[in-house]
């Protein structure tokens, strides 16, 4: 029995071993270039912002159909108790044959239909349907530049992720590195202590190092998940999806001056359309409060058939209406005093945020001129801690260097590296900033 069982145990082992590994899912290549498109095309937030638009598309059809005729049709069927019939007699004024003449009234039909067809014609309403109107196309005009400037923000979020990713893994594969050299030296340490050229101490202070250096992997490692299950969610996509960035983390060049780069936003901020077309939509207000004080003439035609079912007549009316409001508390004249200071306000507000659309551009050149200065020098940084990470390993393994000397020289070259990956990272997001800033291209 138990030869049979080890067979049986055997065999499943064998059969475990030779079966395919679960294949792992294809991680999605994307590149910088394609961030964009993506996002436009899968972003929930930019969706909610497109439904605001057909709701405003909408809400100007309503006011557009208010202007033409309406047509109503109304119908009521009203059933009631049924009633005998009555009988009257009276003396025959005609003779005295017969002496009495006795007359039946048929009882009323329970059954009456009532229905009514009728057209109403707005002649005139003082402005207050054409207000309505200019109010509806301004809110339009304001939804559709909101969802530019919101799809600019998400464009520049999903960029800014995505180099974040391209951060992360930079800061993966440095800290990688960094591992590898602290195990380096840990078994150069090792070799030295059994040869009797260094102290124990040195095997304790690279066995720190290590430990250190994957604490920092694993770090790194956890910022890199963050940031791709963090774009996920920005182009809509499974959050457990694995993305292989194409592009690497270099410093991409701008072009023109600051000079163009405020003129453009001035010109091509979203903000701006959106501020003028609250400021169309005040006045289309102070319009449409006006009308409180004007007449109204409707012109309306009917035609009425009621009955019962088996005796059914119609009848056509023609009615024009004027409705005059001849005081109002004076809420009218406070309607429009409101409607004329939002407009005020507007225009102040215009002015201070093309005061806070120019200083966003200085901002971002001044960052981006920042970012290159600080670019240059981690390049030379990361230089110079290479030459000393390799003066220092040459002295230590000649015997006249000492292992502090080393772990600090390397880990200053891990820092200069990161310091550049960093940098490059920073010039990145400050040319996109730029980019946000000036209305979405340079």
Not at 212 to 238: D, H, I, K
Not at 322 to 340: N, Q
């Amino acid at each position: 029995m138990r030869r049979v069982t080890r067979v049986i145990l055997f065999a499943v082992l064998a059969l475990a071993f030779t079966l395919p590994a679960a294949a792992q899912p294809t991680p999605r290549r994307l590149a910088f270039a394609e961030v964009a498109t993506t996002a436009l095309q899968n972003n929930l937030q930019l969706r909610v912002a497109l439904l605001d638009v057909a709701v405003a598309e909408a809400q100007l059809a309503q006011a557009r159909g208010a202007k033409n005729p309406q047509v109503s049709f109304s119908g009521s069927y009203t059933r009631s108790q049924e009633q005998a019939g009555q009988t009257l007699a009276f003396p025959n004024p005609f003779g005295p044959t017969p002496p009495e003449i006795t007359v039946t009234l048929t009882p009323p039909d329970p059954n009456m239909l009532a229905v009514r067809l009728g057209v109403e014609f707005p002649l005139y309403t003082g402005g207050r349907l054409e207000s309505q109107i200019a109010l509806a196309e301004a809110n339009l005009r304001g939804a559709r530049a909101v969802f530019a400037r919101t799809a600019q923000l998400v464009v520049f979020s999903a960029e800014q992720t995505y180099l974040q990713i391209l951060l992360a893994q930079e800061n993966v594969t440095a800290a990688r590195r960094t591992l590898a050299q602290a195990e380096e030296s840990l078994r150069v340490a090792r070799a030295r202590v059994q040869a009797g050229a260094a102290p124990e101490f040195d095997v304790l202070q690279a066995d720190v190092a290590v430990a250190g250096a994957r604490q920092g992997l694993v770090r790194a490692q956890t910022a890199a998940q963050n940031s791709q299950a963090e774009l996920n969610a920005m182009l809509n996509l499974p959050l457990a999806t694995s993305l292989e960035p194409t592009d690497t983390l270099e410093p991409r060049p701008v072009s023109g001056t600051l000079e163009a780069a405020i003129a453009r936003a001035t010109r091509e901020r979203p903000e701006f359309a959106e501020l003028r077309a609250r400021m169309d939509a005040a006045r289309a207000a102070i319009d449409l409060a006006a009308s409180g004080a004007r007449p109204n003439v409707v012109l309306g035609a009917y035609y009425d058939v009621g009955g019962s079912p088996s005796n059914l007549s119609g009848t056509w009316s023609v009615m024009l209406a004027v409705t005059l409001s001849m005081s109002d508390g004076g809420i009218t004249r406070e309607r429009i005093r409101e409607a004329e200071l939002r407009l005020e306000q507007l225009k102040v507000l215009e002015a201070q945020t093309k005061q806070r659309i120019e200083l966003e551009v200085r901002q971002a050149w001044l960052a981006l001129e920042q970012a290159g200065a600080e670019l240059t020098a981690a390049a030379s940084g990361v230089e110079q801690g290479r030459e000393a990470a390799r003066i220092a390993g040459v002295r230590y393994q000649a015997g006249v260097g000492i292992s502090l000397e080393l772990v600090s020289t390397q880990a200053a070259l891990a820092q200069a590296k990161l310091a550049l990956a960093s940098a490059r990272f920073s010039q990145n997001v400050a040319r996109i900033r730029l980019i946000l800033a000036a209305g979405g291209s340079l």
